[in-house]
């Protein structure tokens, strides 16, 4: 009787979610359609074309949706605004590199275009979700659907960086699986709730578990060496998309899971997550200083960003719920906003180069041959760095305003030092582009494809920048993530 | 029985398969390996759901099952292609992308 209810009660709320599931469901179709359009010889652009607008259409859907505080089930959905910035967000991770990505397409594009999809529809119901089976569940549909992403040119080059990608992968998806059953041991329960008020061994384990789990897909400091590889491997379009959709979501992940699985054990996770932050931001930093490759450059950096990004955790975790961390993790959304145009365009930028690695002196010059690609390409790595008139900018200086408030004012120097060593290696790309001499004549790609995403993605670096009135609304949706929690 | 002891095995098979990751080279030992530690995994999720007298960890289980063969399959996809190109499954020769 008790389960007979329960089952109604269920279909009854997601009977009246239903509204919500249209957008899920209308990318599926196209998915599918897609699938079985591929037995006629149809031409790449036009499967770039309907994954464009399928995109965007749900993209609309989800922007036109009511949200207000519809639960699913015992808080297996959660639909808020918190949630839809995030669905949103990642959309747009996804919507730019549609058309960048016809390049490097050589055969079967239905096939990397419906993948694309199926990525999509699980990275939106990890969004949506607060019950770890269906985090977990919508989480290996990303991963699974980004190997075959990374792999998909059958290069040697490809297959070395799916391949190291695909193994660490499974040994994260192995940790989290067991971290997963210490959570049940410990709460007794897979939704996302405040239920523990003090902290067990077995949480810890769990604690450390996930974290390892989802790390990996974040590529924090000593779980990151597989993604300065697979990014350097991969498509340029498809090493745009592993740094920025599958980074912003584990960070999400990591937010609802930390902030609200583990409510009762915040000082672990500002101790754990202060040290991890510290290591990513300087190690990279270092790193990077003396990389010649520009794509192994950048994908020190998006290690160093992901150490910015979980600052937002570890203040959370010192200040506890409250007026404080809901700026904090405001200032974290505005930051993955901005992450994913600054380092997403940086990413799609490679593709002006026509060589499979490009090195740092292989941009030499490119301001005398596209004056306008080498000032966008100028504006979005100064977005990394965080310097004015960016978006990057306002984004940094919001999360270190935070941790000022919430009395971490020695973290927030140490952000800023590194922020500071991180203005040596991007000026010096800057400097290659605008003052060295060309290498040789013939090895731009200065095509629309390739020039267009990196001029967009500058000038909303630059409308980003004058955001200000955005944060207001933030802080409102921020209270959001703890709606599960009763009220808090 | 009792949690504990059942916890302990699967902590031991899971680093049994840590250290076959750590120490092959060869793509199909690396794929035996990967799921000796999602079972150990599995095991820990049954015990659990035993002891809580609850059913959420074995349909979590379930799905495990479930994912693990998607991953050994795009696994053993990969394993091919990589031998189609260099004749072995050893994943030393993976030497390409330097700095």
Same mark, same amino acid.
């Given at each position: 009787?008790?389960?007979?209810?329960?089952?109604? &009660?269920?279909?009854?709320?997601?009977?009246?979610?239903?509204?919500?599931? &249209?957008?899920?469901?209308?990318?599926?179709?196209?998915?599918?359609?897609?699938?079985?359009? !591929?037995?006629?010889?149809?031409?790449?652009?036009?499967?770039?074309?309907?994954?464009?607008?399928?995109?965007?259409?749900?993209?609309?859907?989800?922007?036109?949706?009511?949200?207000?505080?519809?639960?699913?089930?015992?808080?297996?959905?959660?639909?808020? /605004?918190?949630?839809?910035?995030?669905?949103?967000?990642?959309?747009?991770?996804?919507?730019?590199?549609?058309?960048?990505?016809? /390049?490097?397409?050589?055969?079967?594009?239905?096939?990397?275009?419906?993948?694309?999809?199926?990525?999509?529809?699980?990275?939106?119901?990890?969004?949506?979700?607060? #019950?770890?089976?269906?985090?977990?569940?919508?989480?290996?549909?990303?991963?699974?659907?980004?190997?075959?992403?990374?792999?998909?040119?059958?290069?040697?080059?490809?297959?070395?960086?799916?391949?190291?990608?695909?193994?660490?992968?499974?040994?994260?998806?192995?940790?989290?699986?067991?971290?997963?059953?210490?959570?049940?041991?410990?709460?007794?329960?897979?939704?996302?709730?405040?239920?523990?008020?003090?902290?067990?061994?077995?949480?810890?384990?769990?604690?450390?578990?996930?974290?390892?789990?989802?790390?990996?897909?974040?590529?924090?400091?000593?779980?990151?060496?597989?993604?300065?590889?697979? &990014?350097?491997?991969?498509?340029?379009?498809?090493?745009?998309?592993?740094?920025?959709?599958?980074?912003?979501?584990?960070?999400?992940?990591?937010?609802?899971?930390?902030?609200?699985?583990?409510? !009762?054990?915040?000082?672990?996770?500002?101790?754990?997550?202060?040290?991890?932050?510290?290591?990513?931001?300087?190690?990279? #930093?270092?790193?990077?200083?003396?990389?010649?490759?520009?794509? /192994?450059?950048?994908?020190?950096?998006?290690?160093?960003?992901?150490?910015?990004?979980?600052?937002?955790?570890?203040?959370?975790?010192?200040?506890?719920?409250?007026?404080?961390?809901?700026?904090?993790?405001?200032?974290?959304?505005?930051?993955?906003?901005?992450?994913?145009?600054?380092?997403?365009?940086?990413?799609?930028?490679?593709?002006?180069?026509?060589?499979?690695?490009?090195?740092?002196?292989?941009?030499?010059?490119?301001?005398?041959?596209?004056?306008?690609?080498?000032?966008?390409?100028?504006?979005?790595?100064? *977005?990394?760095?965080?310097?004015?008139?960016? *978006?990057?900018?306002?984004?940094?200086?919001?999360?270190?305003?935070?941790?000022?408030? !919430?009395?971490?004012?020695?973290?927030?120097?140490?952000?800023?030092?590194?922020?500071?060593?991180?203005?040596?290696?991007?000026?010096?790309?800057?400097?290659?582009?605008?003052?060295?001499?060309?290498?040789?004549?013939?090895?731009?790609?200065?095509?629309?494809?390739?020039?267009?995403?990196?001029?967009?993605?500058?000038?909303?670096?630059?409308?980003?920048?004058?955001?200000?009135?955005?944060?207001?609304?933030?802080?409102?949706?921020?209270? !959001?993530?703890?709606?599960?929690?009763?009220?808090? | 029985?009792?949690?504990?002891?059942?916890?302990?095995?699967?902590?031991?098979?899971? +680093?049994?398969?840590?250290?076959?990751?750590?120490?092959?080279?060869?793509?199909?030992?690396?794929?035996?390996?990967?799921?000796?530690?999602?079972?150990?995994?599995?095991?820990?999720?049954? +015990?659990?759901?035993?002891?809580?007298?609850?059913?959420?960890?074995?349909?979590?289980?379930?799905?495990?099952?479930?994912?693990?063969?998607?991953?050994?399959?795009?696994?053993?996809?990969?394993?091919?292609?990589?031998?189609?190109?260099?004749?072995?499954?050893?994943?030393?020769?993976?030497?390409?992308?330097?700095?």
């Amino acid at each position: 009787m008790n389960i007979f209810s329960s089952i109604t &009660y269920t279909l009854h709320a997601a009977t009246q979610a239903s509204i919500y599931y &249209y957008p899920l469901i209308f990318l599926g179709i196209v998915a599918f359609v897609m699938l079985a359009l !591929g037995i006629r010889n149809i031409d790449r652009k036009v499967f770039a074309g309907i994954t464009f607008a399928a995109v965007l259409i749900s993209m609309i859907m989800i922007l036109l949706d009511p949200y207000d505080e519809v639960v699913v089930g015992n808080n297996a959905l959660l639909f808020n /605004r918190f949630t839809m910035f995030f669905a949103v967000i990642l959309i747009i991770s996804v919507l730019y590199i549609i058309f960048p990505a016809i /390049r490097g397409l050589k055969s079967k594009p239905e096939i990397f275009y419906a993948t694309l999809l199926f990525v999509l529809i699980g990275m939106l119901v990890s969004a949506f979700s607060y #019950n770890l089976i269906i985090i977990f569940v919508s989480f290996e549909a990303v991963s699974l659907g980004t190997y075959v992403l990374a792999g998909y040119g059958k290069q040697k080059r490809h297959l070395e960086a799916s391949a190291k990608y695909f193994f660490t992968g499974t040994i994260g998806t192995a940790f989290t699986v067991f971290g997963l059953s210490f959570f049940y041991t410990a709460t007794g329960t897979f939704s996302l709730t405040s239920e523990v008020i003090s902290s067990s061994p077995a949480m810890l384990i769990a604690l450390i578990f996930l974290l390892i789990g989802f790390g990996f897909k974040l590529a924090i400091f000593p779980m990151h060496q597989w993604a300065i590889d697979a &990014y350097d491997g991969t498509e340029n379009s498809v090493s745009a998309f592993l740094s920025t959709g599958t980074k912003i979501l584990a960070f999400m992940i990591l937010i609802k899971i930390f902030l609200v699985g583990f409510a !009762g054990d915040y000082h672990d996770i500002f101790l754990l997550f202060v040290i991890l932050s510290v290591f990513s931001m300087t190690y990279a #930093n270092l790193a990077a200083l003396s990389q010649n490759n520009l794509k /192994r450059l950048l994908a020190y950096s998006s290690v160093a960003q992901a150490g910015y990004l979980i600052l937002v955790i570890a203040l959370v975790g010192y200040t506890g719920i409250g007026n404080v961390a809901y700026v904090a993790i405001a200032a974290g959304m505005f930051y993955s906003l901005v992450y994913i145009f600054m380092k997403g365009g940086s990413f799609l930028a490679m593709n002006l180069v026509n060589r499979e690695s490009v090195s740092v002196s292989d941009v030499a010059g490119l301001a005398r041959k596209s004056p306008v690609t080498a000032l966008s390409f100028a504006i979005l790595l100064m *977005g990394l760095a965080g310097i004015p008139f960016t *978006g990057g900018f306002t984004a940094k200086y919001y999360l270190f305003l935070s941790l000022i408030e !919430g009395n971490l004012w020695w973290l927030a120097v140490i952000a800023i030092l590194n922020s500071a060593i991180s203005v040596f290696y991007y000026f010096r790309v800057i400097m290659f582009m605008f003052w060295k001499e060309p290498t040789s004549e013939d090895h731009f790609n200065l095509t629309a494809y390739s020039k267009a995403p990196v001029i967009a993605s500058a000038v909303i670096m630059v409308a980003l920048f004058f955001f200000f009135y955005l944060l207001p609304t933030l802080n409102g949706m921020a209270p !959001g993530l703890f709606a599960t929690m009763g009220g808090i | 029985m009792d949690l504990f002891i059942v916890t302990s095995i699967s902590m031991i098979l899971f +680093a049994i398969g840590l250290y076959g990751i750590m120490t092959s080279n060869i793509g199909i030992k690396m794929l035996i390996s990967i799921e000796i530690l999602i079972n150990a995994a599995m095991l820990n999720l049954v +015990a659990v759901a035993i002891n809580f007298s609850s059913v959420d960890p074995l349909i979590l289980a379930l799905f495990v099952i479930a994912i693990a063969a998607a991953e050994s399959v795009i696994g053993i996809s990969l394993l091919t292609a990589i031998y189609r190109k260099y004749g072995k499954v050893s994943l030393s020769l993976l030497r390409e992308i330097r700095w």
